[in-house]
């Protein structure tokens, strides 16, 4: 008796078939493929890993500014309400239900936030190429004569501590 195979099993062969060697699998491990995704985990991570603590940290939009305010309400008004999520939920169909004169203020809010922002951005900006600036300068000179500045300057900083001693 001739086994015979569905339709759907003859179309995976030739894909399958199509497919070169690297890409087809085989059996049900998967371990060239996880060897792939957790060198991609790993890359993520040191990206990730390279913040600058110092940066500042982007405004809030208008519903967040609106929901710090809503928060407190809202926990006055349901104590035993515990769960994130509720509040979340309540904020954002309450947000959704206003005017745009009701939002009006908290969009203001959220503006004058905006352009702090970008003061504060401007001027991290201007350290930061600074610092890249002191850096070029500093690898320009031998470590040599950068070594010979730290010691001058740390005998510096002992004699004063000496004298604030006396």
């Known amino acids: 008796m001739k086994v015979t195979k569905g339709k759907a099993a003859a179309r995976k062969d030739k894909k399958e078939a199509l497919k070169p060697v690297e890409d087809r699998r085989l059996g049900k491990r998967k371990a060239a493929l996880k060897a792939d995704k957790s060198t991609k985990k790993l890359a993520k991570k040191e990206k990730l890993a390279k913040k600058d603590p110092n940066k500042?940290?982007?405004?809030p939009s208008a519903f967040f500014v609106f929901l710090e305010e809503f928060r407190k309400v809202y926990k006055q008004e349901h104590p035993n309400?515990?769960?994130?999520?509720a509040v979340g939920k309540a904020g954002g169909e309450k947000w959704k239900s206003m005017?745009?004169?009701?939002k009006a203020p908290y969009e203001a809010k959220a503006a004058k936030r905006k352009?702090?922002?970008?003061?504060?951005?401007a001027a991290y900006n201007k350290k930061q190429e600074s610092m890249a600036?002191?850096?070029?300068?500093?690898?320009?000179?031998?470590k040599s004569e950068v070594n010979d500045e730290d010691e001058e300057t740390g005998e510096e900083e002992e004699e004063d501590e000496d004298e604030d001693e006396d």
Do not use: C, I, Q, T
């Not at 309400?81 to 999520?85: D, E, M, N, Q």
């Not at 600036?133 to 320009?140: K, P, V, Y």
């Open 115 to 121: 352009s702090d922002y970008e003061k504060l951005m």
């Open 81 to 85: 309400v515990k769960a994130v999520s």
């Open 56 to 59: 500042p940290k982007r405004p």
């Open 99 to 102: 005017s745009e004169a009701d």
């Open 133 to 142: 600036d002191d850096d070029e300068e500093e690898s320009d000179r031998s």
